[in-house]
């Protein structure tokens, strides 16, 4: 599976748009990207993931650069139970399902 | 309420101990996983299991053991041969391995060596 980069940490102000990149520039054609975030202490929740089209859904809304090399997580209102550490995988499938979770972005909502 | 319970929350362990760690399913997933996660790292897989009565090793397999008798349960031992087992336990499920499934996790269990 390809290997991403994400910056370490981040601040957003809440009620503003937290968009949150990452690289992945040896990503193959059918590998997917997934993005998960973990609360602290608690287990990894999905967020949204997407091959090549941009994906929205209720909580987020996922951006793929056209070259699929890298790609922005975008949380359009961030809230305070939106501070979390957010990871970016991306993953072929039929490879056995295993998901390699790097150290991700931590995102700090400040009010 | 369908979801993935881990037991127990917090879970001491005293030196030469084996101790297992339960995780069930009611979402009918075929798949199911266990990572272990370190302060401040991410996720690194321990076993996989696709289907009842198979399962494989991943990246950290040694000192652990697991077996998958029936489809909703995936409990992980962890023996004393794990020489630091302390960390933050998750399991997780998904549907399988036929595309592009996502996997749910579990609220997780710390482990703790007395």
């Known amino acids: 599976d390809a290997k991403t980069t994400q910056p370490p940490s981040m601040d957003c102000a809440e009620g503003r748009a937290a968009n949150l990149p990452c690289n992945h520039s040896?990503?193959?054609?059918?590998?997917?990207v997934y993005w998960y975030r973990q609360i602290h202490s608690q287990g990894p929740q999905y967020i949204i993931h997407g091959l090549k089209n941009n994906e929205t859904n209720e909580m987020a809304s996922l951006i793929i650069t056209e070259d699929r090399k890298s790609s922005t997580l975008i949380l359009p209102h961030a809230t305070l139970r939106d501070t979390a550490v957010y990871y970016c995988i991306v993953r072929a499938p039929n490879t056995g399902n295993q998901f390699y979770f790097g150290t991700g972005t931590s995102l700090t909502v400040i009010p | 309420d369908g979801g993935i319970t881990q037991s127990p929350k917090y879970l001491f362990r005293k030196e030469g101990q084996n101790v297992t760690l339960s995780c069930e399913q009611n979402?009918?997933?075929?798949?199911m996983y266990w990572y272990r996660q370190d302060p401040g790292q991410g996720l690194r897989l321990i076993y996989y299991s696709q289907i009842v009565n198979d399962f494989q090793k991943g990246d950290i397999a040694e000192g652990y053991s697991v077996s998958r008798e029936k489809k909703e349960s995936f409990p992980l031992t962890v023996t004393s041969a794990q020489k630091n087992p302390t960390a933050f336990y998750l399991c997780a499920s998904s549907i399988g391995d036929r595309g592009q499934e996502t996997q749910y996790f579990g609220p997780g269990t710390r482990l703790l060596v007395l």
């Open positions: 979402l009918n997933h075929d798949a």
């Open positions: 040896t990503i193959s054609g059918n590998e997917y």
